[in-house]
């Protein structure tokens, strides 16, 4: 996913829009994520742990990440009404980070992707490290799922020592255990779902909802507002963005990976077309091709070894049968549906600015 | 294996011999994990989630295990003049073998071992299912992964609904992370040191530390003294108290794994010999072997297709070169160690003789 894979900041044209200046969230955030690894990387020199998995989870951080769910998280702290110092809305949102880490680290283990945010996967990394051949692939993914079981199990811990009010608590870790459950439910359909037919746009929007609208967009802003002791009222309107939202944010990396950006800051990838995923885009694609169109499709698509110049015939079918356009309409509505919510909302102005500035930058990519 | 594959339970031989009733206890956690995940199922039925993953936990929880960890948290809460009810003591005991299913599901991917518990390991029964093939091995491995990620995630879940104290939450907290980062840290150390050396009783005796010791004595005795609020003192008892029951507990399950338990309830077994698991034992066999000896076992041990007539053999040498009495002396004095311990601490009475009780239950293994 190139918005995910470059370290292009989200924030940059929305920072002078309004009052909360993301730039400084991102920096706060980093900041502590930075403090709690050097600690544990003391900690692991101190009693003789490996060095390389504390700093397998800094370089996979450092490689970039737009820090949406973090920056999410604190937008809704303040959308809340929080006040004050928002330490502890910084803390759960650098835990979403490192569960962001761990869940893409098993992503990568699970598909065997060779990269990830511009850089070799983790369990790329230590089967290189282990001299290659079948050995070093057994014990490079079993390294990479502990790792990505040590990024989930600080993620927790930062959780825990986020010094929330008593009364809060609670309802922060059940959205956070929620967030956990619904993640892996759907990674699960993801992975057992290639089976699956590459033409079910249902199917392909459940992945989504699952793996992006709840995960990345609906739980990051309520775990903010509970942090900052929201009722109920902002908790719904934070459900009835996270779809809408989260659906337009996955359905625009979907066109970046096959297409690149407008404006050729990401250039068009074979990663989605070679592993087969199963995108709207794609569904869409099948289910607007012609026989020939569809039977080339089904013969590119999935291909591990395939060549640009194949590449470039897939985006051709997607472009004339009208399945990227289609995809273009359905980010369209879905972002109108998002500012029409935020209309109702009635937030704090700088919280709706920040909403409505991140909720651009996600969906038009426009830079 | 064989005590943590049986189903046969630690309790019976103690339960007469003090007033806090491990069987009622294990029965306790039995059911607050059965209510969780039955929950779980019908949560799943109407959300439209695959019905297998909760299944797949269940039947891990269901095929045995000694509950050990869950009976030594709620022993520890009495141990630390825990009074009234103890539901959030269970609870948290609960949370401990989901935390174990976790634990053992992941090592047995990263293994590939073909059972657990006397039954296929979780990604053998989804690979079958899936119909076998190089497919159906990376599915059901990714699959696994993902049935052992929510087992973690309803562990915390059962942790952070566990009712605690407001004032011993963040001592709970604290002690369940620490024993999930040494897990996986010993995890690690154990993947990664395949290349290790066979006759290095030092780095065996390491891994045990972290992935016995701690989590399976030290941390879950203290979670629930932690529960029960408990001071300096009982903790520092319990640290005490892990590292030479963990080491003689570990000792004790490698013996039986290879010569099974005298009285023939735990036959003789294959596994650990097969896989080349760097035991104590075997690094006392290659110490005391003589060159014959030493070459007949690095020909023989790690073999997948070892067969039982070479396994006698290798029964044979760690036999006649003493490593078989060897580890029974150190499980020995490993045990008498506990006692003093134990003749210091000066816990309640019926708390003294549970953990007596399951000290030697763990270790001597007379059933």
Known sequence: MCPLGSGESVTSSVVDAQAIDLRV?????????????SEKARAATGRGHPPEVVQSVRDFLAAGGKRIRALLCVVGWHAAGGQGDAASAVRVAASLELFVAFALIHDDIMDDSASRRGRPAVHRVMRAQLGGGERAERLGAGGALLVGNLALTWAQELLHTARLEPGRQRLV??????????VMYGQYLDVMGTGRGADDIEAALRIIRYKTATATIERPLQLGAAVAGAGEAVMDTFTRLGLPLGEAFQLRDDLLDVFGSPDGACAPGLSDLREGKRTVLLALGLGLADPVQRERLGHLVGRAALEEREAAEVRDILQVTGAREQTERMIASRYEHVLRVLDQAGFPQAADRALRGL???ATQYTS
Chains 1, 2 share one sequence.
């Open 25 to 37: 969230v991102q920096r706060q955030v980093d900041g502590v994520l930075e403090d709690f690894l």
């Open 173 to 182: 870790h059940g959205l956070y255990d929620a967030m956990l459950e619904e």
């Open 359 to 361: 909720a651009a930058k």
